[in-house]
């Protein structure tokens, strides 16, 4: 399966930039300065619909209720959504009509290879996404054995130090690379025209 190149913007402008140079647009409307018509994360690009919470490293105020539901009513006009994995089934179900990703996010660790797997195998979603902080050696292999073992997985380490694991991913058939349009969103990742050239020059596209 061909890899996706998502940009996660967090502003009109930079959807307007990424639009141009991604395959895949992920509106992160916890970072907009103030959330916009729904209606208005339709483009020409699929687009991805995330609002992320604190622990997870976003910056939504408001409480899990009314994050949700407006997930939800944006979901309507996207082509995915982003979700945790520690949603629970029902609120799930009502994502009918949107493709999921589900979510975990792990900012002081990565778990045990085995806990990983129980992630990937309690999947109810379309794709998993693992974005875990890598420590060692020993972070990149789990990581590794995820993308080779099983499919429909987006699995990476965080932090500037483990960025090349992003590329990695996308080798090992990661279907997307999350990447930026200027300052990134997330520790350790790429602007798209960084990560396109970097595969680009290892022949992988």
């Known amino acids: 399966m061909k890899g996706s190149f998502v940009a996660s913007v967090r502003s ?20 907009f300065s103030s959330l916009p018509d729904y209606s208005r994360i339709r483009t020409e690009k699929p687009s991805i619909v995330t609002i992320r919470r604190k622990e997870d490293g976003g910056r939504f105020e408001g409480d ?5 539901e407006l997930l939800l009513k944006y979901s309507r ?18 994502f009918e009509k949107v493709k999921i990703v589900e979510s975990y996010h792990n900012f002081s660790e990565t778990p045990d290879y085995d806990v990983l797997v129980d992630i990937v ?14 420590n060692g050696r020993e972070d990149v292999l789990k990581i ?5 073992e099983y499919e429909g997985v987006i699995a990476f380490l965080m932090g500037k130090k483990f960025s090349y694991t992003r590329i990695l991913s996308f080798i090992l058939g990661s279907p997307f690379i999350y990447c930026t349009v200027s ?17 680009k020059a290892m022949g992988v596209i």
Not at 12 to 31: G, M, P, T, Y
Not at 121 to 133: F, H, L, P
Not at 144 to 148: E, G, K, Q, S, T
């Open 183 to 199: 300052t990134p969103v997330a520790p350790g990742q790429y602007d798209v025209y960084t990560a396109r050239k970097i595969l």
């Open 12 to 31: 009109f402008a930079e959807a307007s930039q990424a639009v141009r140079i991604a395959d895949i647009i992920e509106f992160r409307l916890d970072l």
């Open 144 to 148: 590794v054995r995820l993308l080779l």
């Open 121 to 134: 195998e309690g999947r109810r979603g379309d794709y998993i996404k693992i974005a875990t902080m890598g």
């Open 77 to 94: 006009h996207s082509d995915f959504v982003d979700i945790e994995t520690d949603i629970d089934d029902d609120t799930l179900l009502k």
């Open 64 to 68: 899990e209720e009314e994050r949700l």
